[in-house]
């Protein structure tokens, strides 16, 4: 049960069509809106995290008929495949919704009862130019040399008796909200570019239906037709949160947070979606945040060009949380982002390997052999607050992980992902090692310090220096947690090897984790095996 709304964090991610395999790019939105959940239930929030599959329309009819398959086991099918998929890239989501399911199709069925009876909608004719691709009605302006650009076909020509959503009659009201930011646009770029299309033209009302279209869900009021699939799709985002259709039972999470898609399904998520939760009279969503497309080598991924990079490939070179990683870290979530296999290769070493994997690795070996396998016995008044060794001062490291935790925070805030993660790891917009993170600086300052030297010197300073690097990958397991959970656990588990310890220690809010000297003096620790084996040749 829900404790109230401000204690609420509803995101989504669009739905897949399931009419093909999953690829990178549903990867890509979906470990993003992972991480953010997981952030979010982290500092104490009742998260929901909704994903699925939207499984009708003409492109996936067409699909299954090719594929000799009749629709439903089709989509039975690549739905599993995107279960299986998201269960290996650690995906904690609450609910994953099919838009075949039963439940969905008659809460559908309902909302459209009600527009329809609110005068919303009505019948009429359409005519126009459709993408199928899209499953998009275009105007000539959205083509190029005759073709629609994000798939390279030309539309074909629809006319058809149809039942039309009024689009126009919100059109103010909607660009009001979206001005005062009570339906949030984000990044900024993307507000301006929706501002500008709903200002510079009236609204044409949509067909919402389809006369020769047998795979969708029937109108409740003229069974000849079936829901034009857009509409079927937007609906999930409440009846995945088992909303049946009317518009006076909302789920209590509702609305949501954040909802993560990419900048192609823009234009109708920032149109339709909300006109027809307008005209139901229902809250709209707090944010759509929109993400750009990953680029392989400057190019968008194709077949043809043979640039297409397989998650499942990626899965299996780098290992589940180094993806993560690695997608996340590719560059700024919000822009159209490249990545290719060795360049990912290259930032793997960089950044986990020789980076986190290593430090976690040298600190560890260090502390067991010369503190018997235990966290040292400091005087906690002096620890983290800097040292004088050779005549140099190192480790700042309680300012350092204080103003880490806030810049985290407010990077998360804004959804930005990669800068959030490179404060840990690396730092630059570019996701590029420049050496700044908490990892760069704290293998420097075992660089610098040597306490496998110190300790020939001085015991109790090199306790200091142990106790501040144990203290800091207990930070760092912490901050990547979101990002990436297993690898936090490994971490957990080579600094509180008594399991009761280590669940006392899991069981913190991350404000409580953010104390300084969580770690106590005397706790077993023990080495693991290398985080980050070295990538087969
Ligand atoms: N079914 C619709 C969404 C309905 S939501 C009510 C759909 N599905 S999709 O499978 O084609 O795309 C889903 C998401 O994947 C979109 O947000 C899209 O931007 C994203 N991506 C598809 N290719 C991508 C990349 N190459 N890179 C990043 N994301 C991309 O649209």
Redesign the pocket.
Known sequence: MSTGKNKNFYITT????ANARP????A??TVAADVLARWNKLNGKEVFLLTGT?EHGLKIQKKAEEAGKDAQQFVDGISDEFKILWKKLNIDYGNFIRTSDPFHKKAVQNALQVLKDKGAIYPGTYEGLYCVGCEQFKTETDLVDGKCPDHNTAPEYVKEECYLLKMAEVQDALIEKIEKDEFCIAPEKYKNEVLSFLKNQKLKDISISRKNISWGIPLPFDPSHTTYVWVD??L?YLTGLDWEGSPEKIPDQWPPDVQI?????LRVHATIWPIILMHLGIPLPKKLFT?G??LAGGKK?SKTLGNVIAVDEMIGKFGVDATRYLLMSAGTFGEDVDLTMDRAAEKYASDLQNGLGNLVARVLTVAEKNFEGKVPDVNKTETGEGHTFKGVYFSRTVQDFASCWSAIDEYLVHLRMNMAISTVIAFGEDGGSAGKGMVAKQNKFIDHSEPWKLIKIDKNLTALVIYDLLESLRQIAWMIRPFMPETSDKIFAQLFVDEKERAVELSKTLSEAQEWGGLKSGTKIKKGEGLFPRLAK
Not at 14 to 17: D, H, K, N, Q, S
Not at 261 to 265: E, F, L, P, S
């Open positions: 669009p739905i897949y069509y690829h990178i790019g549903h890509y939105t939207d799709a937007f999930n898609i990419g900048k192609d399904i993400h497309h990953i991924m």
